[in-house]
Antibody, heavy 122, light 107 residues
């Protein structure tokens, strides 16, 4: 059974840092790209960042570029999100998601974790 | 970035009703469109990928159609467990973008 379990969220002051983790199990982790998606209170889903299976390609939303860093440790079946210079608008439930491609070139998120809540407030 | 819109933003329906949700893309995304169901406190769940392919384990009461810029998600007979928020998402180009969601309420 595929499981994705996020951790590391919490209450943090503006300007401070936080590191999120996502522990994966039930599939061959280093075969798949992985993503972070967030949901601010009362809002919809927003893609944050993605990383290919071998960390060869990374992507970031404009809203977090230069402040957040995605990484993975395939030996530990883990995905990370280092969040620096946090702002109030980063307050959200952060989900990790496993991505799978289909033959014509698109992809979708077939499994998601339940999320970890990040609250940025003084 | 490709903008995704959904209509309606919310709807009220009864068990057994047929429900249709529309998703539109700001440019042609061919069939690179996925649908998710999300309930509070739960992990989002993939329903449909590539516009019309049913994810394994998802009831056949869910179906998707469309291509280009106009897509629909249909629930043929609404069940109590289907009350949730539904999101479309395009993967035609980066960044992947989601629609704002359609919340399905119990009437």
């Amino acid at each position: 059974e595929v499981q994705l379990v996020e951790s590391g969220g919490g209450l943090v002051q503006p300007g401070r840092s936080l590191r999120l983790s996502c522990a994966a199990s039930g599939f061959t982790f280093d075969d798949y790209a992985m993503y972070w998606v967030r949901q601010a209170p009362g809002k919809g889903l927003e893609w944050v960042s993605g990383i290919t299976w071998n960390s060869g390609s990374l992507g970031y939303a404009d809203s977090v570029k230069g402040r957040f860093t995605i990484s993975r440790d395939n030996a530990k079946n883990s995905l990370y999100l280092q969040m620096n210079s946090l702002r109030a608008e980063d307050t959200a439930l952060y989900f990790c998601a496993k991505a799978i491609g289909y033959s014509s070139g698109g992809y979708y998120f077939d499994y998601w974790g339940q999320g970890t809540l990040v609250t940025v407030s003084s | 970035d490709i903008q995704m819109t959904q209509s309606p933003s919310s709807l009220s329906a009864s068990v057994g009703d047929r429900v249709t949700i529309t998703c539109r893309a700001s440019q042609n995304i061919r069939s690179y469109l996925n649908w998710y169901q999300h309930k509070p406190g739960k992990a989002p769940k993939l329903l449909i990928y590539a516009a019309s392919s049913l994810q394994s384990g998802v009831p056949s009461s869910f179906s998707g159609s469309g291509s280009g810029t106009h897509f629909t998600l249909t629930i043929s007979s609404l069940q109590p467990e289907d009350f949730a928020t539904y999101y479309c998402q395009q993967s035609y180009s980066n960044p992947p973008t989601f629609g704002p969601g359609t919340k399905v309420h119990i009437k």
